[in-house]
């Protein structure tokens, strides 16, 4: 078949017919792009909700952010099946540096890249060979304004409806069904195609022949920079936005060619963003409500009606109009009771900031940057292994309301879905409920804290300091006084500021643990040394009541993890040492603590054969301490080994504390001595 045969209508809609080609309105393009991919159900704050994988891939992709993803992809599904989501924009609504932009952003470039592929693409039509009309002077070819489907155009083909109908079934050959599905989805032809249309039918005396010998069939362009499918209108100042820059407005040109004033083809629609995505797309609005009023007014018309309207005539539109909006512009909005209508016609979706510290180490990552860093002298910039952890609690901190049913450390690891003593998850989904009936949005649960924003300029901070280039290494306990002077810098609120800076030395005092259990590895030269550790009190406690327990202490177990047969012997002393730590004072409160561990054991051993009970961070601190403390003979404890070189033996094991922070745990000589010199003073101790 030539390329101009291929061209056709008819050979567009026998294309549909077999399935090669579709017809569907951005709804149905969007639902089926996201629910063709993985759907996995994942538990977040104690309810169970579904992760989409199609957010979750590429090299920078959406971290967290579930509650958020789960609405949109149920009001895409709802449009979809023609609820009343498809006469409604999604708007979300958030604190700068949440992720709102990146969200759509990414959303609009998974959407280009899947219909990209073969079977997905949109394809249009222009109306050619129009100098031969007579009315149109030299312009010979006219390209739906607003990239109407072809199928649009076979629907509006005949002057009545059951005449299209009936050359769809004979001609071309679909079934009743499958065009009683093509009408659910029927919008008519544009103010300037349907003109046109008419005027190509009045001068072919109805043929339809020669009617299609005007009509060519072309795929609808993807270039991101035309704003073709995906556009984005960001929101201008009172004097330079005009409705112009979304409807389109009167092109001088083209009347200087059209002969009949009354062609609605003299509006040039593709002036504006919203022509531009109307054929299946999706239109990004940024900071909607910062709009003047009028033009807010536009969109309540656009969103509504799906229509352009310019002088009484209408094209209707095939669009996903997404918009993003900050707290404070939002609260400003709602305040003028006028604007009712317009609220009325948005899905509203409260985003917050992300409170798992596991996932911000991801977003972390985003805002340090995966490119190598190099110091101003040109030479490569370390990164403490420590620095993500640091920064990532510090920030997460920030963003937990106060509860008096939780500490903040407690909400921080029940968010992440971690142990936090006798704390269920429970205890945190009645706080989040709790938060989350505040009628002020900025009061409910992670909504408030530190953006990404905010720790993209600690991070530049910390990288500019002289310190850093100095030793050409971004320690981590740097971080502290970069977040700190963010806050100080960028934060109004003075509440806000207070309760900030007090998170700070919460996540300084996480910090100082995470030194600790590293300085124990570090002395036991093996990267998982205090996991071991961790592990044989475990095992022991579990071991202790064992029938098969001989008078030399020694347990005979299978390790889950390897299905090996293991033998342990059981040192109370040991024991009892970690249980002091954690104040314990009684057997009854002992024994209570050994049943809850067992139960944990019990239950998470059975999903995860390789839990290893790293995130009970008193546990993991209680066991650092019994090995600190009692390993060193003769100094005391590691702190006044370190602290006290001037024997040989303690040089000694400083020298190999260094090589094997060094050689094993990431370390670089910078890093290695400072992380040593602030283990061996008292700060942050909690």
Same mark, same amino acid.
């Given at each position: 078949m030539t390329a101009k045969n291929t061209r056709t209508l008819t050979h567009h809609l026998k294309a549909v017919k077999e399935g090669s080609r579709r017809y569907e309105n951005a709804f149905q393009g969007v639902s089926r792009m996201i629910l063709g991919n993985d759907i996995e159900k994942v538990v977040v704050n104690g309810k169970t909700t579904y992760d989409f994988g199609i957010f979750r891939t590429g090299k920078k992709h959406l971290i967290g952010m579930y509650d958020e993803i789960n609405s949109f992809v149920s009001f895409v599904k709802d449009a979809a099946e023609g609820g009343s989501s498809k006469e409604m924009a999604y708007v979300l609504v958030g604190e700068p540096g949440n992720g709102k932009t990146f969200f759509v952003e990414y959303l609009c470039g998974k959407y280009r890249d899947f219909l990209a592929s073969d079977g997905n693409r949109k394809y249009t039509f222009r109306f050619i060979n129009m100098d031969k009309l007579g009315s149109y002077g030299k312009i010979a070819t006219i390209e739906s304004q607003t990239y109407e489907d072809p199928m649009i155009l076979a629907m509006s083909l005949f002057e009545t409806t059951d005449a299209s109908k009936t050359y769809l079934a004979k001609k071309i050959g679909f079934s009743d069904t499958q065009i009683e599905q093509f009408y659910d989805n029927y919008r008519p032809l544009g103010a300037c195609s349907a003109y046109i249309l008419n005027d190509i039918r009045t001068q072919t005396d109805g043929s339809v022949d020669a009617m299609l010998k005007h009509i060519e069939i072309i795929p609808v362009p993807l270039t991101e920079s035309l %704003?073709?499918?995906t556009g984005k209108y960001p929101a201008k100042d009172k004097i330079t936005s005009s409705a112009v820059d979304l409807? %389109?407005? $009167?092109?001088?040109q083209?009347?200087?060619?059209?002969?009949?004033?009354?062609?609605?083809?003299r509006f040039d629609l593709r002036r504006g963003a919203l022509a531009r995505v109307a054929g299946g797309g999706i239109h990004f609005s940024d900071e909607i409500y910062k709009?003047?009023?009028?033009?807010?007014?536009v969109y309540l018309g656009v969103i509504q009606n799906r229509t352009i309207e310019i002088d009484g005539y209408k094209w209707p539109i095939d669009t996903l109009i997404i918009a993003t909006s900050n707290n404070a512009e939002f609260n400003r909005f709602l305040a003028e009771k006028e604007e009712a209508p317009i609220v009325d016609r948005c899905?509203?979706?409260?985003?917050?900031?992300?409170?798992?510290?596991k996932l911000q180490e991801q977003l972390t990552d985003y805002a340090i940057g995966n490119e190598a860093k190099t110091?101003?002298? %040109? $030479?490569?910039?370390? +990164?403490?292994p420590n620095l993500n952890y640091a920064a990532s609690v510090a920030v997460v901190l920030t963003r937990l309301a106060r509860s008096e049913k939780l500490t903040p450390v407690e909400t921080m690891k029940l968010a992440a879905g971690e142990v936090a003593g006798e704390k269920s998850i429970k205890t945190l989904s009645e706080v989040i409920d709790t938060l989350n009936q505040e009628p002020d949005i900025t009061k409910r649960f992670g909504q408030k804290g530190l953006g990404q924003r905010n720790l993209g300029r600690a991070v530049q901070l910390l990288i500019e300091s002289s310190e850093t280039n100095e030793g050409r290494c971004m320690f981590a306990y740097d971080i502290f006084n970069a977040l700190e002077r963010a806050v100080l810098d960028y934060v109004t609120d003075a509440n806000d500021r207070t309760k900030y800076i007090e998170d700070l030395k919460t996540a300084k005092g996480l910090y100082r643990e995470r030194v600790m259990t590293e300085m124990f590895n570090a002395y036991m030269d093996e990267p998982l040394a205090i996991r071991k550790d961790v592990m044989n009190y475990v095992n022991m406690i579990i071991g202790i009541d064992a029938e098969n327990l001989g008078p030399d202490k020694m347990w005979k177990y299978k390790d889950p993890q390897s299905g090996e047969l293991k033998a342990l012997k059981i040192d109370e002393r040991y024991i009892?040492?970690?249980?002091?730590?954690?104040?314990?004072?009684?057997?009854? +409160?002992?024994?209570?603590?050994r049943t809850s561990i067992r139960k944990i054991y019990g239950q998470k051993i059975s999903m995860n054969p390789d839990y290893d009970f790293m995130d009970n961070l008193e546990l993991v601190k209680a066991v650092t301490d019994v090995r600190l403390k009692s390993d060193i003979a003769g100094a005391g404890s590691l702190i006044g080994a370190l602290a006290n070189r001037t024997n040989e033996e303690n040089q000694k094991l400083y020298d190999r504390m260094i090589d094997s922070m060094l050689n094993k745990l990431g370390y670089c000589q910078t890093c290695a001595q400072k992380t040593i010199e602030y283990f061996c003073t008292q700060e942050d101790e909690k």
């Amino acid at each position: 078949m030539t390329a101009k045969n291929t061209r056709t209508l008819t050979h567009h809609l026998k294309a549909v017919k077999e399935g090669s080609r579709r017809y569907e309105n951005a709804f149905q393009g969007v639902s089926r792009m996201i629910l063709g991919n993985d759907i996995e159900k994942v538990v977040v704050n104690g309810k169970t909700t579904y992760d989409f994988g199609i957010f979750r891939t590429g090299k920078k992709h959406l971290i967290g952010m579930y509650d958020e993803i789960n609405s949109f992809v149920s009001f895409v599904k709802d449009a979809a099946e023609g609820g009343s989501s498809k006469e409604m924009a999604y708007v979300l609504v958030g604190e700068p540096g949440n992720g709102k932009t990146f969200f759509v952003e990414y959303l609009c470039g998974k959407y280009r890249d899947f219909l990209a592929s073969d079977g997905n693409r949109k394809y249009t039509f222009r109306f050619i060979n129009m100098d031969k009309l007579g009315s149109y002077g030299k312009i010979a070819t006219i390209e739906s304004q607003t990239y109407e489907d072809p199928m649009i155009l076979a629907m509006s083909l005949f002057e009545t409806t059951d005449a299209s109908k009936t050359y769809l079934a004979k001609k071309i050959g679909f079934s009743d069904t499958q065009i009683e599905q093509f009408y659910d989805n029927y919008r008519p032809l544009g103010a300037c195609s349907a003109y046109i249309l008419n005027d190509i039918r009045t001068q072919t005396d109805g043929s339809v022949d020669a009617m299609l010998k005007h009509i060519e069939i072309i795929p609808v362009p993807l270039t991101e920079s035309l %704003g073709t499918i995906t556009g984005k209108y960001p929101a201008k100042d009172k004097i330079t936005s005009s409705a112009v820059d979304l409807l %389109g407005e $009167e092109s001088i040109q083209r009347l200087l060619h059209l002969t009949d004033t009354n062609n609605p083809y003299r509006f040039d629609l593709r002036r504006g963003a919203l022509a531009r995505v109307a054929g299946g797309g999706i239109h990004f609005s940024d900071e909607i409500y910062k709009n003047k009023k009028d033009l807010v007014q536009v969109y309540l018309g656009v969103i509504q009606n799906r229509t352009i309207e310019i002088d009484g005539y209408k094209w209707p539109i095939d669009t996903l109009i997404i918009a993003t909006s900050n707290n404070a512009e939002f609260n400003r909005f709602l305040a003028e009771k006028e604007e009712a209508p317009i609220v009325d016609r948005c899905r509203i979706s409260y985003v917050s900031h992300n409170t798992n510290y596991k996932l911000q180490e991801q977003l972390t990552d985003y805002a340090i940057g995966n490119e190598a860093k190099t110091a101003l002298s %040109g $030479e490569s910039l370390h +990164q403490d292994p420590n620095l993500n952890y640091a920064a990532s609690v510090a920030v997460v901190l920030t963003r937990l309301a106060r509860s008096e049913k939780l500490t903040p450390v407690e909400t921080m690891k029940l968010a992440a879905g971690e142990v936090a003593g006798e704390k269920s998850i429970k205890t945190l989904s009645e706080v989040i409920d709790t938060l989350n009936q505040e009628p002020d949005i900025t009061k409910r649960f992670g909504q408030k804290g530190l953006g990404q924003r905010n720790l993209g300029r600690a991070v530049q901070l910390l990288i500019e300091s002289s310190e850093t280039n100095e030793g050409r290494c971004m320690f981590a306990y740097d971080i502290f006084n970069a977040l700190e002077r963010a806050v100080l810098d960028y934060v109004t609120d003075a509440n806000d500021r207070t309760k900030y800076i007090e998170d700070l030395k919460t996540a300084k005092g996480l910090y100082r643990e995470r030194v600790m259990t590293e300085m124990f590895n570090a002395y036991m030269d093996e990267p998982l040394a205090i996991r071991k550790d961790v592990m044989n009190y475990v095992n022991m406690i579990i071991g202790i009541d064992a029938e098969n327990l001989g008078p030399d202490k020694m347990w005979k177990y299978k390790d889950p993890q390897s299905g090996e047969l293991k033998a342990l012997k059981i040192d109370e002393r040991y024991i009892n040492s970690v249980e002091e730590r954690l104040g314990l004072k009684t057997e009854e +409160q002992r024994e209570t603590f050994r049943t809850s561990i067992r139960k944990i054991y019990g239950q998470k051993i059975s999903m995860n054969p390789d839990y290893d009970f790293m995130d009970n961070l008193e546990l993991v601190k209680a066991v650092t301490d019994v090995r600190l403390k009692s390993d060193i003979a003769g100094a005391g404890s590691l702190i006044g080994a370190l602290a006290n070189r001037t024997n040989e033996e303690n040089q000694k094991l400083y020298d190999r504390m260094i090589d094997s922070m060094l050689n094993k745990l990431g370390y670089c000589q910078t890093c290695a001595q400072k992380t040593i010199e602030y283990f061996c003073t008292q700060e942050d101790e909690k």
